[in-house]
Structures are given as C-alpha cells and as structure tokens.
C-alpha cells in the first residue's frame, strides 16, 4: 500500500495556471501508475490523467489534452499536473490515486475509478470566470 498526499490546490482565474503535486509514502511508490481524477459537485469523480510507473507514458481525458501535463520524480516520491489555461468547469475537488500498469500478466493502463486502489484526500481547485 502507498499513501497518498495532494497538495497545490486554489483560486484561479479562468485561463490562469495551478500546479498540483501528490507526495507519496512508501518504498514502492515507483511501481505504481499514478492517476488525478476531479470530483465537481452533484457530479461523478472521472478521470483526468495518469502517468505509468516509469513515467514514459502518459495519458488524458481529451478535454485537457494539450493543456494539462502529468510526470513524476520518482526519487522525489511525487506526481506533479500542470494545468494551463484552465477554465470554469475545471472547478473540482482533485484527487491522485496508485493503480497498476499490469492485469493478468499484460501491461494496463489504469483509467477507471476502480483500477485505482490508494487514494489521497483530495485538493480543491475553484477557477473563476
């Protein structure tokens, strides 16, 4: 098990830029994907990006491709998104999960909810119009 901690949340305004980081305890953190996902309210958590354990892939909800980017320092035990020109409807508690990169012996790439066993208590971002 790894735990998790976000941190880097707030008030921005619409087209401004957050970086949120997600620090991790545990030796084996560097054998994890790690995932952000948001939770606006009334609405269901989904997914945004996840990264794999060795960094080398990445992948987003299409609607932040090109404006948001995921990465890791695994020495450093963290996740890091970068979110650019950010818009009202990203408004959301943001939360980082650790899932695996294989299932049955075959590589995966985690994006569901369920893929995702650790997660962290979540960071509030709110972007103003």
């Known amino acids: 098990q790894v735990q998790l901690v976000e941190s880097g949340g707030g008030l921005v305004q619409a087209g401004g830029s957050l970086t949120l980081s997600c620090a991790a305890s545990?030796?084996?953190?560097?054998?994890?994907?790690i995932g952000w996902f948001r939770q606006a309210p009334g609405k269901e958590r989904e997914f945004v990006a996840a990264?794999?354990?060795?960094?080398?892939?990445?992948y987003y909800k299409d609607s932040v491709k090109g404006r948001f980017t995921i990465s890791r320092v695994n020495a450093k035990n963290t996740v890091y998104l970068q979110m650019n020109s950010l818009k009202p409807e990203a408004t959301a508690v943001y939360y980082c999960?650790?899932?695996?990169?294989?299932?049955?012996?075959?590589?995966?790439?985690?994006?569901?909810?369920?893929?995702?066993?650790?997660w962290g208590q979540g960071t509030q971002v709110t972007v103003s119009s």
């Open positions: 990264v794999s354990w060795s960094g080398g892939i990445t």
């Open positions: 545990g030796r084996t953190f560097s054998s994890y994907a």
């Open positions: 999960a650790a899932g695996s990169n294989s299932r049955y012996g075959v590589t995966y790439y985690p994006r569901t909810s369920d893929d995702f066993g650790s």
